[in-house]
């Protein structure tokens, strides 16, 4: 998938953003990476993959996953600017077989290793994984990006 004029369309949208100030970059580079964690938290809450229990008020909105989703994706764009890797033009969407908990895991460890030991490898990773779910969601790449374009 493109993403190169992602990075341009979230840098517009930091613009209209107003940091705190008195906060040290660190600070806010933290808080980022915890507000990543959080959203992406939220979408898990939202798909329900993490119930283990039979019940039957289970009610699934699909559209505020797919909000949430597209959330997500322009909070990981953000966090590509911050450290830039802005100049990554194409990532590999990958489908895979992993059920949808294992790929909410596996984007907390790739948030993790990104903070841990900032790389380009380790955010594409999470932008090849991330975009793996969406496609778990039900999303098409085409979806996904008219979305985000029409945003």
């Known amino acids: 998938m493109e993403i190169l004029s992602f990075f341009q369309k979230q840098k517009d949208r930091n613009k209209e953003i107003i940091i ?7 600070k806010i580079r933290t808080r980022k990476h915890l507000e990543l964690h959080t959203k992406i938290s939220s979408l898990a809450e939202e798909t329900k993959c993490y119930k283990y229990w039979i019940s039957d008020d289970v009610e699934i909105n699909y559209s505020k996953i797919f909000q949430k989703y597209l959330d997500c994706f ?10 830039n890797y802005d100049n990554i ?22 948030l993790n290793d990104l903070i841990i030991s900032p790389s ?6 999470l932008m090849e ?11 098409s790449e085409e979806q996904i990006k008219k979305a985000l374009i029409n945003q």
């Open 20 to 26: 705190d100030n008195t906060l040290s970059e660190y």
């Open 74 to 83: 322009n909070h990981i764009i953000g966090i590509g600017i911050d450290k």
């Open 89 to 110: 033009e194409d990532i590999t969407v990958k489908p895979n077989d992993y059920c949808l908990s294992d790929q909410f895991f596996n984007l907390f460890i790739d």
């Open 120 to 125: 380009e490898d380790h955010f594409i990773t």
């Open 129 to 139: 994984d991330f975009l793996s779910l969406g496609i778990s969601l039900g999303y």
